[in-house]
């Protein structure tokens, strides 16, 4: 079956420090992927998405970008985090209907 | 464009009563659609989803949905709610056309059942 990690859990970071999340699917192969953000415990934000390894495609101008450097492992990453870049992240895949979710990261920036 | 609205922020309803959380979708193409459930500090969890057939789809924990076409709606229902089914639920749809598999999601409906 189909699992899909991300680490860390939580993460506590300053202004302007970098980031890197990471996400990584077991049990499928050539899965598309998704990174969202959700603010405030509501509505979700798709902010990457990939179809293949390299293939990037940004939905929101932002601080962040995104990176498949294998087939099923997605990274998010930041040079210098921004207090807005505060959220619970979560990284999700697709085959062909639904997506799957991760169980997110929790990120505050202070 | 693409969009899903889910109108009520909050629902509440008493244990052991029906409940309903409501949503209505817009997309140029035939949907593919679906609901979501997420728990505090959780990741979202599949209830279920229609693509095609049946316009009644039955899903996890007792958890149904009709697809109604000539209303765009697609309402989450149970015939009876319980504690546990607090949670805050999300309603998406897909274009079938759409080869990214994106999905657009709703603002998401806090069901609050009391005891």
């Known amino acids: 079956s189909q699992t899909i990690h991300q680490w860390p859990a939580t993460l506590v970071q300053p202004v302007g420090s970098p980031l890197s999340l990471e996400c990584t699917v077991e049990g499928t192969s050539n899965p598309n992927l998704y990174w969202y953000r959700q603010a405030a415990g509501r509505g979700l934000q798709l902010l990457f998405y990939s179809v293949g390894i390299g293939q990037i495609s940004s939905e929101v101008p932002q601080n962040l970008s995104a990176s498949r450097p294998q087939d099923r492992q997605f990274i998010l990453s930041s040079k210098k985090l921004l207090l807005s870049d505060s959220g619970f992240y979560l990284c999700?895949?697709?085959?062909?209907?639904?997506?799957?979710f991760g169980p997110g990261t929790r990120l505050t920036v202070l | 464009a693409q969009s899903v609205a889910q109108p009520e922020d909050q629902v509440n309803v008493a244990e052991g009563n029906p409940l309903t959380v409501k949503c209505t979708y817009s997309v140029s193409g035939n949907p593919y659609l679906f609901w979501y459930v997420q728990y505090p500090n959780r990741g979202l969890q599949f209830l279920l989803k229609y693509i095609t057939g049946d316009n009644l789809v039955k899903g996890s924990y007792g958890f149904e949905a009709e697809f109604n076409k000539s209303q765009t709606s697609f309402h989450l229902k149970k015939p009876s709610a319980l504690v546990s089914d607090s949670a805050l639920y999300f309603c998406?749809?897909?274009?079938?056309?759409?080869?990214?598999?994106?999905?657009?999601f709703g603002s998401g409906t806090r069901l609050l059942v009391r005891p």
């Open positions: 998406a749809v897909r274009d079938m056309r759409d080869s990214s598999y994106k999905l657009i």
């Open positions: 999700a895949w697709s085959a062909e209907y639904e997506q799957f």
